[in-house]
């Protein structure tokens, strides 16, 4: 699977849209962005995945650039629980089981 | 139950004591996963269950480490002559078609 890199830390104002990045240059056709979260001491949350469409669900979007090579987690109106890692992951489409791959992922911070 | 519970939820013993982490998958999850998390880290892969084999345990970090699902339910993480570097949250997660679900992890303190 294609690795990922994600900035450390980012802060985010109430309210606000948090647009959280993640890069992976390397990823091939048939696989997937996957998005997890970890809450404090809370084990790792779904989020949403794509593989080349832009996706919405109830808790985020995630759009993909045009060569998959970087993706955007948007949290439209971020809130104080909206605090947390969160993990970008890339994964193939016929892994079937196997097991994700955490990196360190990128703490959140929701500013009151 | 409605989803992953692990017990206990914290363990603190002494080195060189032998540990017994259980998790309970969410029913009718054929994928079974245990992680280690440590502290600023993100979850780390030790095994994975598909039924009641193990079918990956590239992740244990040695022989100290066991894990079994004898019914393909329940599974126990079994850690022999503990050691302090095994002070981690050892995280659970089943997967049925959808995605992992996680449970809320055992945090062992080896003092």
């Known amino acids: 699977d294609a690795k990922t890199t994600q900035p450390p830390s980012m802060d985010c104002a109430e309210g606000r849209a948090a647009n959280l990045p993640c890069n992976h240059s390397t990823i091939s056709g048939n696989e997937y962005v996957y998005w997890y979260r970890q809450i404090h001491s809370q084990g790792p949350q779904y989020i949403i995945h794509?593989?080349?469409n832009n996706e919405t669900n109830e808790m985020a979007s995630l759009i993909i650039t045009e060569d998959r090579k970087s993706s955007t987690l948007i949290l439209p109106h971020a809130t104080l629980r909206d605090t947390a890692v969160y993990y970008c992951i890339v994964r193939g489409g016929n892994s079937g089981n196997t097991p994700l791959v955490f990196g360190k992922g990128t703490r959140l911070s929701v500013i009151a | 139950g409605a989803g992953v519970s692990q017990t206990p939820s914290n363990k603190v013993t002494e080195k060189g004591k032998y540990v017994e982490l259980r998790c309970d998958p969410i029913s009718g999850h054929t994928a079974l996963y245990w992680y280690r998390q440590s502290l600023g880290q993100g979850p780390e892969f030790l095994i994975y269950?598909?039924?009641?084999?193990?079918?990956?345990d590239s992740g244990l970090p040695n022989d100290r480490f066991f894990a079994v699902r004898p019914e393909g339910s329940v599974s126990t993480l079994k850690i022999q002559r503990t050691e302090r570097g095994d002070s981690a949250v050892y995280l659970c997660?089943?997967?049925?078609?959808?995605?992992?679900?996680f449970g809320e992890g055992s945090r062992l303190t080896v003092l």
């Open positions: 269950f598909q039924g009641t084999g193990a079918a990956d």
């Open positions: 794509g593989l080349k």
């Open positions: 997660a089943s997967r049925g078609a959808g995605e992992l679900f």
